[in-house]
């Protein structure tokens, strides 16, 4: 039988799993403390819808990635409290996050959340480990692809310069 292997769940974690599986739930938590402020902010219906889907999905990763610790003897981060729901037009004008910004910023967490999931593949030593952040990734990327289609649609987006082959022009 070889190094680790048989049943992963009765492996130990290597201090880079117990490391990245800390670290992404301690953000993760934070993001859905942020995505239901950004939620009282948000005036367009689609956007709300996504930030709804990403703070779905941050609750689904957190029970998951909680089991793994406590089944470990890992301890937990602190949880932020959750953010009551406000009235957009309570928010005064000036303090508002503006739609755009608000989408920026959720694609913007979602990078994130796709490199955090690869390197925390990358790292693993057990498969199960390994399989739930392929998991996350997998509903990451799914949920970057919605929120750059709503971009697209709104007007949102803002490309950088774009490139034009001058081999086009001859």
Not at 96 to 114: N, Q, T, V
Request: charged share 20%; glycine share 10%; with cysteine.
């Amino acid at each position: 039988m070889g190094i680790l292997s048989g049943n992963p769940t009765e492996q130990p974690m290597h201090y880079g799993e117990v490391f990245g599986a800390w670290t992404f739930l301690t953000t993760t938590k934070g993001l859905i403390a942020g995505f239901q402020t950004m939620l009282n902010h948000a005036g367009d219906e689609d956007l709300k819808k996504l930030l709804e889907e990403a703070i779905q999905g941050a609750h689904q990763e957190s029970k998951q990635i909680e089991a793994l610790l406590k089944e470990n003897g890992i301890g937990l981060p602190p949880t932020p409290p959750e953010r009551p729901k406000a009235c957009l037009e309570d928010i005064p004008t000036g303090a508002r996050f503006l739609d755009p910004e608000i989408a920026a910023s959720l694609s913007k967490d979602i990078a994130a959340g796709l490199v955090s999931c690869s390197v925390i593949i990358g790292q693993s030593v057990r498969e199960d480990i390994a399989m739930m952040f392929g998991q996350f990734h997998v509903q990451k990327a799914t949920l970057g692809a919605k929120v750059l289609r709503l971009n697209k649609e709104k007007g949102w987006l803002i490309p950088p310069p774009l490139h034009h082959s001058k081999a086009e022009e001859c």
